[in-house]
């Protein structure tokens, strides 16, 4: 029982730190019992130097810690916070910076980029910009409008949000827009017969305020 103990506090962190790392973006697909095991110890590592550097703030000596009832609590607080700050800063900095040299490398030597925790769908579409596409499966469309996120359920199977407006479809199969939603790039998951293509689209094409009429209009003038 006191060895199940010792491993929950060694990797208790790491589940901290990687949860909100998920929570915050960073999505994975599934793994084994073994691999998510050494994923939690990976993470806890990592929590080692915010988690030192709280306890010496808060005054204790890390080499001869006290182990009393307030003590632990200070303990298992630095714990958490420390696992907060390295699941966040994994997902909003640190690994944003490793895939974008990876990336460099991949394609500098085999020409393309190589995706390999996350799908194309995913990896592309939530970078924190927004998104016009259009979702056909078996030759039909079935959503139009702004990309507003994806939920995995398994590796198998996603949800897609998209905000759709009737207007949308207007404006896209009206050949007198067609300059302003040129096509940029198609997605295809063979697996469940899928199309998204993304679209370019006009600058606050999003807001409530936005007037098609009127970006023609100053387009023509320039």
């Not at 491993?7 to 793994?31: D, V």
């Not at 199969?173 to 293509?197: G, L, S």
């Amino acid at each position: 029982m006191e060895h199940y103990i010792q491993i929950i506090i060694m990797l208790a962190p790491g589940f901290i730190a990687k949860e909100i790392s998920r929570l915050l973006g960073y999505i994975q697909t599934q793994s084994n019992t073994l691999e998510q095991a050494l994923g939690y110890f990976l993470y806890s590592i990592f929590t080692v130097i915010p988690t030192a550097c709280m306890i010496a703030v808060f005054g204790y000596d890390i080499r001869n810690l006290p182990l009393g009832i307030l003590d632990i609590v200070v303990y298992m607080m630095t714990i958490v916070i420390s696992g907060c700050i390295i699941g966040a800063c994994w997902a909003l900095y640190f690994k944003q910076y490793i895939q974008k040299l990876a990336n460099w490398i991949t394609v500098r030597r085999f020409g393309y980029i190589y995706v390999q925790e996350k799908t194309l769908i995913d990896s592309n579409l939530m970078d924190g910009n927004e998104h016009f596409i259009e979702v056909i499966r078996n030759g039909s469309r079935i959503a139009l409008g702004k990309f507003e996120g994806i939920t995995f359920k398994d590796d198998e199977s996603y949800v897609i949000k998209v905000n759709s407006h009737p207007v949308y479809d207007e404006w896209l199969e009206n050949t007198r827009w067609e300059e302003h939603f040129q096509h940029k790039c198609m997605y295809i998951d063979a697996t469940h017969n899928i199309e998204i293509v993304e679209y370019y689209f006009p600058e606050g094409f999003f807001s409530k305020s936005f007037d098609i009429k009127k970006v023609a209009t100053s387009m023509e003038m320039e």
